[in-house]
Each structure stands twice: as C-alpha cells, then as structure tokens.
C-alpha cells in the first residue's frame, strides 16, 4: 500500500516536480494549490494516486476546512510525511520595505509552515520505531547566509531553521523525523516572478544597485540547479530511517560554508560591497 505524503504548494517548481517524483515512487500524494484551475489542470494530469487541496496557506479557516478533507480521503489509514514547500520571495532594501511586505514574507514562509504543521500532525503517524514518520521544510541558503536586498526573505528562512530545530527536539516524542532542506538556486519561477519587483527603488539611495536586478536574476537563473535534484533529496529523507537535520544543495557547497561560516564577518561585508559596487555584479552576495 502507498504511503501518503503531503505536499504544499504543488502548481509548479519544486512542489510540482516531487509530486511527480514520488508518485513515480510509489507514494500516494496530497497536494495543495491557490487557483482551482491548478487544481484542475493537476487533476488531470495524475489521476491516480495524487489528491489536490485548494487553499491559501495564510488563510487558516481554508486549511482547517482542508483537515477534514483529508481525513475523507486517508479514511482510516495516516499520513507519513508532511512537507512545507509553499514560498514566496519579497526583495527590497530591508529599510525601505513596508511592512506589510515583510509581514506577508513572514504570513507565507513562516506562520504558515506553523499553522499547517499543527494541523496535520494529529494525522501523522506517530512511534513508529522501524519506519519512522517525516516533517520536510523547504528552507533555503538564504536561511545560512543574508544577501543585501533580500532581507525579508532571509529572515523567513532563518526563521525556518529554527523552527525545524524547535519541532525536531519536540517530536522527538513521538519519533517523527523533521528535516530541513537548504536549496541553493534553483530552477523555479520564483525567482523570475521577481523581475522588475526592484524598479519601485532606482530613485532612491539604493538606485545604483538595484538597477542591475534584473540582470542578477537572469545569471542566477542560468546557473540554478535543477529542482529535480532538491525532488531526490526528499524521496532520499523519505525513505532514510534516520535522516540528517540538514541538507545543504548548492553548488560548490564547500566555498559556501568556507564564505558563510569561517570567514571574517567584516571581511565577508568588505567582499559584498565590492561586488556591489561592479557594474558587472552577478549577484548580491560577492560569491
């Protein structure tokens, strides 16, 4: 019998790509989607072994609505693994962003993980010593390191690291296995949804930095993995009995760590504001 996973945020990028994965592999999956026509179109597409819930994961009445749903469609079986996945990226200079984007980027990337989390977890399958249940969060390297200009977003997914700690300590309970993935660039739309997002700001003291956004979203992209791989990663934690607290994937994972966690603080502040003063910067960071 599959076993069955959910899944936030399934309409495309890396949730889409990990249905897709693991309905391969033999798991049975519930996705959620915002738009019905998503879920339309998904339906369409696997119509065996995947399940589509419609909701917004900041409209908590559409997910509590969504438990009940669930517990139609699993009867009197259980959930294995919960994955966060739903995301989105609000850039901007952090002193000049509104708050009400930042308290969206913290509604979507971070209250909502909560919420859903607490919800489903009376579902998942709870002391299971020789198969033991998953929690996945989709965090990002912007939870290890912060780049200028995406301030709200870093803090998001810093955030996410500690609640992935504070729930694995927890559950430790009950023997559900949480997880966090630290996803370097990867090919998805969030990043390209982004283009132009930074022009609300050329006029100001920022000007000259963020006028090569757009160009810097371009490179990235270009050298983003494959959301393929952050897939593997997940069905790697599914079938692990004792999965890692992390998992790191990006690309040149050594330099990564070199950079963000033994270099010099001010070095490493020295070395972004170089690269941010080049015309030819081809993204935030400096590496």
């Given amino acids: ?40 179109r998904l339906k369409s597409q696997w119509k065996e072994h995947f399940d589509c819930l419609l909701f917004d994961v900041t409209d908590e009445d559409a997910i509590d609505k969504s438990f009940t749903d669930v517990k139609e469609i699993i009867q009197d079986r259980e959930i294995f693994a919960l994955i966060n996945n739903a995301g989105l990226a609000i850039p901007g200079p952090l ?50 390191f912060t780049s200028p200009f995406m301030g709200a977003y870093c803090i998001s997914k810093y955030a996410l690291e500690a609640m992935s700690d504070a729930y694995r300590r927890e559950l430790m309970l009950y ?45 990235t992209e270009k050298n983003a993995l494959p959301s393929e791989v952050i897939s593997q990663c997940i069905y790697d934690i599914l079938e692990s009995k004792n999965p890692k607290p992390r998992y790191l994937v990006t690309k040149n994972k ?33 590496f």
Wanted: with cysteine; net charge positive; proline share 3%.
């Fill in 175 to 219: 023997n559900i296995k949480v997880s966090i993935i630290e996803p370097g660039p990867i090919k998805t739309k969030i990043w390209s949804k982004n283009k132009g997002a930074l022009q609300k700001y050329e006029d100001t003291d920022y000007g000259f930095m963020v006028k090569k956004a757009d160009k810097i979203i371009a490179n």
């Fill in 1 to 40: 019998m599959r076993k069955i996973v959910i899944i936030t945020g399934v309409s495309s990028g890396i949730g889409y790509d990990t249905c897709q994965y693991l309905i391969d592999k033999g798991y049975h999956v519930i996705g959620s989607v915002r738009k019905a026509e998503d879920k339309h």
């Fill in 254 to 286: 050594i330099a990564f760590r070199l950079i963000s966690k033994w270099l010099p603080t001010k070095l490493v502040d020295k070395m972004i504001w170089k690269n941010l003063s080049n015309k030819e910067a081809k993204n935030y960071r400096g």
């Fill in 95 to 144: 002193a000049l962003l509104d708050n009400n984007e930042l308290r969206r980027q913290l509604d979507v990337n971070v209250l909502s993980a909560q919420y859903i989390t607490n919800v489903f977890l009376p579902l998942i399958t709870k002391n299971n010593q020789t198969d033991p249940s998953k929690i996945i969060m989709i965090g990002s390297v912007s939870g290890l």
